[in-house]
């Protein structure tokens, strides 16, 4: 809650007066269409931000709903929506491919862009016997990650770590694997079997940034069309999963409760190696 100020106004909280400064900076410049979307998507994500902290003193950090229900989400995401991954509403298209990995009981995940660790962690809760790697090049990353894995009682069995490249993926040999990739493009380079065989004996859950990397969902699609089986996933909102006081908000708040800030279509690819 924002505290009284003089007059019995609420003083503004200080991600209002960062949004506000900003917005205020992107006013000064030429009136244009890209201005007016840039100004747009500023408001959303306050709004979203203020959304989130509302969800987590209604009801809690303990996600309520979707694969990783009763996992305490009790950090801040390390990029893109709060929100949505406090209904358990996050990347609602990729639940049956959790499940899926759930019921196949790799030994071995990997998690390439792991950041705050919602999967990583998520999956471990799930998936007792499982080694989890959690990777990712962003220190405050690896913080948070360890910070979540220790507050879902999984600190032991979340090995969180920076860079993963191309030899490392010879761990996939010698053992049933998953990997999971979001590492906004760089799946362009580091998903190579040429370069890193060891992606041919694992199955593979990426997310592709088609937005700025046109053509690369084709790409990949094709670069291991022989080795695996491949499904494209699109996005699609979880209504079903908004708490039942959202009945009490305007339209645009239902929404932006679901919105993970994405920019533009980001498509993924669950490859699984053929037998």
Known sequence: MAAKGRGGMAEPTELTRRAMAELQGLAQGPASPEGLNRALRLLAKWRSQILANTVAHRGGTRL??????????????????????????????????????????????????????????????????????????APRAQSLCRDLAAANGVADRVEVGGVFGHGDFALALGQPTVILC???????ELLDPMAAPGLLAADILVEVHEGPHPGLTDRLT??????????????????????????????????????????????????????
Do not use: K
């Open 64 to 137: 309520p709903s979707g694969p990783f229900a009763g996992m305490d989400y009790a950090v801040r995401a390390a990029e893109g929506a709060r929100a949505a991954r406090l209904l358990g509403a996050y990347e609602a298209c990729l639940d049956p491919v959790i499940e899926t990995i759930v019921a196949r009981a790799y030994p071995l995940v990997i998690d390439i862009g792991c950041a705050e660790g919602f999967y990583a962690v998520g999956l471990a809760r799930r998936m007792a016997q499982s080694r989890i790697l959690a990777r990712d090049i």
């Open 222 to 275: 094709a670069r291991f069309a022989a080795s695996h089986r491949v499904t494209r996933i699109d996005r699609r909102l979880a209504v079903d999963r908004l708490p039942d006081w959202a009945e009490s908000l305007s339209d645009l708040d239902r929404l932006l409760l679901l919105w993970e800030w994405r920019a533009a279509p980001t498509p993924w690819l669950w490859m699984e190696r053929r037998a």
């Open 182 to 188: 979001d590492i906004e493009g760089g799946e362009a």
